[in-house]
T-cell receptor, first 112, second 110 residues
Framework: DAGVIQSPRHEVTEMGQEVTLRCKPI?????LFWYRQTMMRGLELLIY????????DSGMPEDRFSAKMPNASFSTLKIQPSEPRDSAVYFC??????????FGPGTRLTVL | EDQVTQSPEALRLQEGESSSLNCSYT??????LFWYRQDPGKGPEFLFT???AGEEKEKERLKATLTKKESFLHITAPKPEDSATYLC???????????FGQGTRLTINP
């Protein structure tokens, strides 16, 4: 298995632009997590899905952030409009219930 | 609220110099405690899961132990390739999500 796949690996955009991050989880995994990592706040959980259904979005910082999982093999995290404080590394992770989470390589987002 | 505190924030060792990293946690029950390794520019990589006090797990030069309030990651005779950030996370019973600590940045000098 190729592991968790994220795209793009790097994204540089200007304030106010829409940003879409993509994730393909490991086949057969039934949970998908979106995290954000910064030096100041560490690794923070934004939202997670179970069988494509959002379960807990309490970590989503504000309405500018949205996430979808239209099917078992694809998820998106969208920021609209983006702001400089959204600059971070965004990770996607997938897991088969109660086992260890497998993380993707991350997307480094820079908002100018 | 579940909390995880890791210490020290950063640790620099000479090759072969053994030491331990600490992970203190407060959680309403504990289903599992997880250790991950993160290299620069990469996602966290799973190392161990510990489920109950007294449990120990080993992998090469690493050994993780668990008590009711903390976990230790012991590194024996480390090599430069062990340099990384080590993250600890806890999972409450019935929960899928993990709560992560800030990590310990470990540097092993040759």
């Amino acid at each position: 298995d190729a592991g968790v796949i994220q795209s793009p690996r790097h994204e540089v955009t200007e304030m106010g632009q829409e940003v879409t991050l993509r994730c393909k989880p490991i086949s057969g995994h039934d949970y998908l997590f979106w995290y954000r990592q910064t030096m100041m706040r560490g690794l923070e959980l934004l939202i997670y899905f179970n069988n494509n259904v959002p379960i807990d979005d309490s970590g989503m910082p504000e309405d500018r952030f949205s996430a979808k999982m239209p099917n078992a093999s694809f998820s998106t995290l969208k920021i609209q409009p983006s702001e400089p404080r959204d600059s971070a590394v965004y990770f996607c992770a997938s897991v088969k219930q109660y086992n260890e989470q497998f993380f993707g390589p991350g997307t480094r987002l820079t908002v100018l | 609220e579940d909390q995880v505190t890791q210490s020290p924030e950063a640790l620099r060792l000479q090759e072969g110099e053994s030491s331990s990293l600490n992970c203190s946690y407060t959680v309403s029950g504990l289903r599992g405690l997880f250790w991950y390794r993160q290299d620069p520019g990469k996602g966290p990589e799973f190392l161990f899961t510990l489920y109950s006090a007294g449990e120990e797990k080993e992998k090469e030069r690493l050994k993780a132990t668990l008590t009711k309030k903390e976990s230790f990651l012991h590194i024996t005779a480390p090599k430069p390739e062990d340099s990384a950030t080590y993250l600890c996370a806890v999972q409450a019973p019935g929960a899928q999500k993990l709560v992560f600590g800030q990590g310990t940045r470990l540097t092993i000098n040759p």
